[in-house]
């Protein structure tokens, strides 16, 4: 029987140790990786959490997108705060009544007198009351469709028996569409955003008037052309205001992903849609980049100056809303910074009403600003996934946070553009956009005219037929903005 010499138990023995390294080493790799992997995947667990649960409270998402459980907890919240009302008007509520058209408004009186006095029941003369009581009913009389026909008459010449016919006069309009009901095709389609077809029945069955798609998209063209010196002159309106609300959105065309922006102040509104929502595409909408513009965060608006912008605490609120619903550290820096936006919205809310002075409102957000700058920073400093990076985007931003202290007439929030981009929202979800180049320009300017008309007061319908019978007549094109209707 033999046996093995030391030497060899030896080197077998460190062969098997050095197997289990390797093996334990294996194992360790093994066990690092599945770390990573697990920390990947909460990580992601985390975020899609985040994801599922937001809504309209804590993101970007407008109300609509909300699921109908976070409609019914938000509409049993709000329930919940009125169980003390009563059903219906509230002590000491005025009410609306329906005011009563003036006398020059009116097409027809009926006078009716009592016949006999109520006390001896004696007849009585009709003596007019100089403040009789007055009811009124108004009614829309039936729409017929004024059509108007030019015959060029051919003649035959009594001398040479010559056959000669009227020329085309140039009072010959080139659309068989007059003024008023191409502008009433236009305000249709495209500011209360009926599908064409839908269009086409209404004309039918409203006004009388018979018109095929093709003909109706050509008088949409027609319009669009119209009022465009009117949008030009809106645009040039907004570029020389000195706020400016701005936002985007996404649009269609014929299926490929387009943008839309908007552009509003006090007295304009303007919308574009281009091809993308990058830098080298805005800049060129914004002119001579003059005044304060109001926005989100978005980094394609980072051609504007810091200094002369105002960054949108109400995007700001939505954000610190989902840092307060997280699990972890994240939640007490979320509910600080929600604290201190709480009591800002509460002064600037005191000062619009008048219950501050401006003096008094800049002064007490000094001690504002400088707590909520420092919980930001602080924030910053706990590196935090998901929170210190936005919050540092935030302080990047800290030059456009508190324009609306420094100077009067801005806003803390984008809610104006916000609302006036709405409209264009919903067009977009039941059309699901253009399809056209000329379909845009439509929609652009009929939005743009819609909306500044309504800021200037003035009857859009009336501004549209100005318009097209401007451009009919070869006559003055009309300005949104020097009258009133």
């Known amino acids: 029987m033999s046996h093995a010499s030391p030497n060899d138990r030896n080197a077998q023995l460190e062969a098997e140790l050095i197997a289990k390294d390797q093996q334990i080493a294996a194992l360790q790799a093994e066990s690092l990786a599945k770390d990573a992997r697990i920390a990947t995947l909460e990580r992601q667990v985390a975020e899609l959490s985040e994801r599922l649960g937001q809504n309209s409270r804590n993101s970007h998402r407008p109300p609509s997108s909300d699921t109908p459980e976070e409609r019914r907890k938000r509409r049993n919240k709000e329930k919940k705060a009125k169980q003390q009302r009563k059903r219906g008007a509230q002590s000491g509520h005025q009410g609306t009544h329906r005011e009563l058209l003036p006398e020059s408004k009116v097409n027809k009186f009926v006078d009716l007198f009592p016949k006999e006095c109520e006390n001896c029941w004696k007849p009585l003369p009709q003596v007019p009351d100089p403040a009789p009581k007055r009811h009124q009913q108004t009614e829309v009389p039936p729409i017929e469709p004024y059509t108007t026909e030019w015959r060029r008459h051919e003649v035959t010449c009594p001398r040479c028996q010559y056959r000669t016919r009227a020329p085309y006069a140039a009072e010959i309009p080139a659309s068989p569409f007059g003024p008023r009901l191409m502008a009433i095709v236009a305000l249709l389609t ?62 269609y065309q014929a299926g490929a992903t387009m943008a839309l922006w908007t552009l509003a102040t006090a007295v304009a509104t303007v919308f574009k849609i281009v091809v993308d929502s990058t830098k080298p595409t805005l800049q060129p909408l914004y002119g001579a980049l003059q005044g304060i513009l109001v926005s989100d965060r978005a980094t394609a608006l980072n051609f504007w100056a810091m200094e002369r912008r105002q960054i949108c605490f109400a995007h700001l609120l939505r954000k610190f809303i989902s840092f307060a619903e997280r699990d972890g550290p994240s939640a007490k820096f979320g509910r600080q910074l929600l604290d201190y936006t709480g009591l800002m919205f509460e002064y600037w809310h005191d000062y619009k009403s008048g219950k501050l002075s401006r003096e008094m409102f800049v002064a007490w957000m000094a001690p504002l600003r400088r707590h909520f700058e420092t919980v930001l920073a602080q924030a910053v400093s706990a590196d935090i996934a998901g929170l210190s990076g936005s919050c540092a985007d935030i302080l990047e931003h800290q030059a456009a946070l508190w324009t609306f202290v420094e100077r009067p007439g801005v806003e803390p929030t984008n809610n104006h553009a916000e609302r006036e981009i709405r409209a264009f929202v919903l067009w977009r979800r039941r059309s699901f956009g253009t399809q056209s180049a000329r379909g845009n320009r439509f929609a652009e300017n009929l939005m743009t005219i819609a909306h500044t008309a309504r800021k200037q007061k003035r009857n859009v319908l009336a501004f549209l037929t100005e318009c097209c019978q401007a451009v009919r007549d070869k006559g003055r094109l009309p300005s949104l903005f020097n009258a009133a209707a």
Do not use: C, F, M, N
Request: net charge negative.
């Open 190 to 251: 495209g500011v209360y955003h009926l599908g064409r077809r839908r269009a086409v029945d209404l004309l039918a069955d409203v006004v009388g008037v018979r018109i095929s798609l093709g003909a109706l998209s050509a008088v949409e063209a027609r319009v669009s052309e119209a009022v465009q010196p009117a949008v030009d002159e809106a645009w040039k309106k907004v570029g020389d205001a000195e706020v400016k609300h701005t936002d985007g959105t996404t649009w």
